[in-house]
Each structure stands twice: as structure tokens, then as C-alpha cells.
């Protein structure tokens, strides 16, 4: 398996994609070309006590980093000696299996759409991060920000996306898929969520997914669905919604420890749980969202990534390139397609 990482992309660039490489190298036995100013990458090995380049992996030089305030739209015209660029090229031409960077959203996005290119059939790739819940698994929240106005369309499509890979990548058999909305009568919503579901429902009876219904805000943290379907407006309001509960909490929590030497005593009883919690939130063991309806695994690491969120990204970007869905996703875009045309003929 070979990665492709955008050693500049990020806060800490080039440092910690370059020590989250060697890491995951020696943790996961796969082959990682870095891709970036090799003068630059070079230097932090140096300045790590590591004079050659270590076994499994490789600098591909690029003169250029993409900047967080270019415009998303030009950096393919205006950065194409960029590392962004530069590796998404590389991953298109089968140079590798998949592609992780921790720059720029947007630029990602339209280089992943333009370059590596969106499954046939697929009208707008998603972000899908994923969640954890209180039934002990995670739930994905998809779109949570790539697409701010969808049509109901898009949500159907999200929620075929979301379902294999709910089941490819996350082994859930029977995923069950729900679409966030104000309440869970079918009658709620604005115009898009009532055309949303009668086509996700649509869907269901032809066994294309498990639409289980509307499903609200609340709901999700607790483990209602695995996937939650929305349009990405509403999906990051969502996300940010659930992180800032988790760090209010976590804050309550830690106060709440410190109050006397009877609550500091507690802590260190429950200190075991307290860090299992602290590990679940981490979002650096997570890594990253991918960019689902790609044709090849992108990878969005967060852009304050350590590196230890580097190294959990790029496992995450092997683990995806492993149960690679792209051929199943787009059967099931057919069968969509022939209701249509069948609907249409009626």
C-alpha cells in the first residue's frame, strides 16, 4: 500500500507530516511518498537525529504550498507546482493509493473534484466525518460542510454514499440511515427534506439502503443512525454543535475534579475512564474526513494536525484504500437511475 502526503499541508508543516510518516511507517508497514520542498523535509529529519531518508519512504520534490486564502478555483491554474497539486496529480495517475493533505478545504475539494475526479454517476463528493455515539460505534454525518445548498438529489445520492460506506469501511452489515430534519413525522421540513425523503424512501423499497426516517439533532450523538444524511450547511452546524457540547462537558468535568482533594482523589480512581472519554474525542486518533464519491481516497486531515493526527490519518487513508467501494456505489447509482427513467415513462 502506498500513501501519497502533502508534506506542507497544515499548521505545522512540514514537522509534523514528516514525523507522522516515519511513525506510521513503522506502525503500519506501508510505503509513504512525501511530497513537498525536499530541502525543507530533509531539515526536520535532520534536526530528528535521522541522517538518511528511512526505508519505505520517498520525497517527490514540489516548489510550491498551496495557501489557505487562495481561492479554491484557481490553485489547480495557479499552484500546479504546489504539493497539493502536485500529489492529487500523482494519486490520478495510479502513483499511489490513496492522498492525505491538511491544507486547504476548499482547494482540496475542487483539486480532488477536477483532477482525481468524482465516481461516474455522482453529482457532488461529500465530506463524511464520523462521530462517536452513545451505542458505542460512530455515526457519519453526511455532507458536514463540502456542500452548503443541495437538492434532494444530492441527499438521495448522500445517503447511497453513506450507507456502503458505512458498511465497506465501517463493517456495519445493515447500516441504518437517517435524514436530519426538525422532527421524525414525515410531514416536517422545508421543501427539500419532505422531496429528500420520499426519494431515500423511494430507495429503501428497492433495497438499495435501510432509510429508517427523519431523525433528530439530538438523536445522533446517541446512536439512532449510522449515517445521518444532510446538506452541508446544516451537517457542520451539526458537527460543531456536537464538538462544542463535548469540550462545555469536558471543561465541567475537569473543573468538577478539581474542586477539593476529596473530587482530586475521585479522579484519580476513574482516571482510566475520564482518559478513555478524552481518547474518543481526540479527533488526532481519528485523523481525518475523506472525501466520499471520489473516485480514488482523499483525505482532509485537520489543519492543526499533530503528528500523531498525521499518523491516524494516513492509516485511515490505507484503511480506506483497502475496501475500495467505487464499483458497488456506482451499480447502485444505475438502479437509481433506471427508477427514474421508469417513474418518468409512467
Do not use: W
Not at 422532527?183 to 429528500?196: H, I, V, Y
Not at 438523536?219 to 456536537?242: E, Q, R, T, Y
Not at 451499480?331 to 427508477?339: H, P, S
Amino acid at each position: 500500500m502506498k500513501i501519497i502526503l502533502d508534506a506542507m499541508g497544515g499548521d505545522l508543516a512540514p514537522e509534523a507530516p514528516v514525523l507522522g510518516a516515519i511513525e506510521a511507517v513503522k506502525a503500519y508497514g506501508l510505503e509513504i511518498i512525501l511530497v513537498g520542498r525536499g530541502e525543507a523535509i530533509l531539515k526536520v529529519l535532520r534536526e530528528h537525529g535521522i541522517d538518511t531518508l528511512p526505508e519505505g519512504m520517498e520525497i517527490c520534490n514540489a516548489d510550491d504550498v498551496v495557501d489557505m486564502h487562495d481561492d479554491p478555483a484557481s490553485v489547480i491554474h495557479k499552484r500546479k507546482t504546489s504539493s497539493m497539486v502536485v500529489g492529487l496529480k500523482m494519486l490520478s495517475e495510479g502513483r499511489g493509493d490513496a492522498f492525505v493533505s491538511a491544507g486547504s478545504t476548499g482547494a482540496l475539494l475542487t483539486g480532488a473534484t477536477l483532477i482525481v475526479r468524482r465516481v461516474r454517476g455522482i453529482r457532488r463528493a461529500a465530506m463524511g466525518p464520523s462521530v462517536p455515539n452513545k451505542a458505542g460505534g460512530k455515526t457519519v454525518i453526511l455532507d458536514c460542510g463540502a456542500n452548503a445548498e443541495c437538492t434532494a438529489e444530492f441527499l438521495l445520492q448522500f445517503g447511497i454514499i453513506g450507507s456502503l460506506y458505512a458498511k465497506k469501511q465501517m463493517g456495519i452489515e445493515n447500516p441504518k440511515i437517517g435524514l436530519l430534519n426538525i422532527g421524525t413525522e414525515d410531514s416536517k421540513g422545508t421543501a427539500l427534506q419532505k422531496e429528500a425523503h420520499a426519494l431515500l424512501t423511494k430507495a429503501g423499497e428497492q433495497g438499495l439502503l435501510n432509510f429508517v426516517g427523519n431523525v433528530e439533532a439530538r438523536d445522533v450523538p446517541l446512536g439512532a443512525v449510522d449515517v445521518v444524511v444532510c446538506d452541508g450547511f446544516s451537517g457542520n452546524v451539526l458537527l460543531k454543535s456536537i464538538e462544542g457540547t463535548a469540550m462545555f462537558m469536558g471543561s465541567l468535568m475537569k473543573g468538577m475534579f478539581k474542586e477539593n482533594l476529596g473530587t482530586k482523589a475521585g479522579y484519580l480512581l476513574c482516571k482510566k475512564g475520564v482518559d478513555r472519554i478524552k481518547k474518543l474525542m481526540d479527533y488526532r486518533e481519528i485523523g481525518g474526513t475523506q472525501f466520499l464519491g471520489i473516485c480514488k481516497p482523499v483525505i482532509k486531515a485537520h489543519g492543526s494536525s499533530d503528528a500523531l493526527a498525521f499518523q491516524s490519518a494516513i492509516k485511515q487513508a490505507a484503511d480506506a484504500a483497502s475496501c475500495d467501494f467505487v464499483s458497488e456505489l456506482e451499480e447502485n447509482l444505475q438502479k437509481i437511475a433506471k427508477i427514474k427513467e421508469n417513474e418518468i415513462s409512467d
